[in-house]
T-cell receptor, first 112, second 108 residues
Framework: DGGITQSPKYLFRKEGQNVTLSCEQN?????MYWYRQDPGQGLRLIYY???????QKGDIAEGYSVSREKKESFPLTVTSAQKNPTAFYLC???????????FGSGTRLTVV | DAKTTQPNSMESNEEEPVHLPCNHS???????IHWYRQLPSQGPEYVIH???SNVNNRMASLAIAEDRKSSTLILHRATLRDAAVYYC?????????FGTGTSLTVIP
């Protein structure tokens, strides 16, 4: 079955370390997105990409970086510049305008 | 941004219908209205979407106001598995903006 795979499900890192979250999709969707969710909060857009080798900042891009070298993959790096990185990170893809998102199951990052 | 407003929480008895409201007064004429639901520690799940006409699928119905400034997600018979946070969203281009959603409690 087609879908989005995020790995790992849980991730622990020491403060000051960069960490990369994986997101892979086999839906042949052009657009991919990264959202951050804090407890009791909605989803906030970090970065998005509508085509390979191109991406745009969302509302809270500071302290994060992404790449889109392949259509299937959209990894997110949480850098040491991100002041409060502990959160639930969600990756999504979309077929195109008029269609909805397909979400991954999320990665819970805890920085200690 | 296409902002949406929903009540923070709602309750429903099991096997009763549930009407979840959403206001999206800033929506433009070409923005779709989407609904998702999220269980704890999981990614949101697509429920339904529409543009102008009411929509039905196996999960729910979506009633869209004539002026498109509000919509209502209808669960015809709530089950315990429907307990979740429901998000009403609308897109600006290819981006969706999510508020804090409505937390639905289903009472057995």
């Amino acid at each position: 079955d087609g879908g989005i795979t995020q790995s790992p499900k849980y991730l622990f890192r020491k403060e000051g370390q960069n960490v990369t979250l994986s997101c892979e999709q086999n839906l042949n969707h052009d657009a991919m997105y990264w959202y951050r969710q804090d407890p009791g909060q909605g989803l906030r857009l970090i970065y998005y990409s509508q085509i390979v080798n191109d991406f745009q900042k969302g509302d809270i891009a500071e302290g994060y970086s992404v790449s889109r070298e392949k259509k299937e993959s959209f990894p997110l790096t949480v850098t040491s510049a991100q002041k409060n990185p502990t959160a639930f990170y969600l990756c999504a893809s979309m077929r195109g305008t008029g269609y909805g998102y397909t979400f991954g199951s999320g990665t819970r990052l805890t920085v200690v | 941004d296409a902002k949406t407003t929903q009540p923070n929480s709602m309750e429903s008895n099991e096997e009763e219908p549930v009407h979840l409201p959403c206001n999206h007064s800033t929506i433009s004429g070409t923005d779709y209205i989407h609904w998702y639901r999220q269980l704890p520690s999981q990614g949101p799940e697509y429920v339904i979407h529409g543009l102008t006409s009411n929509v039905n699928n196996r999960m729910a119905s979506l009633a869209i106001a004539e002026d498109r400034k509000s919509s209502t997600l209808i669960l015809h018979r709530a089950t315990l598995r429907d307990a979740a946070v429901y998000y009403c969203t609308s897109n600006t281009g290819n981006q969706f903006y999510f508020g804090t959603g409505t937390s639905l409690t289903v009472i057995p």
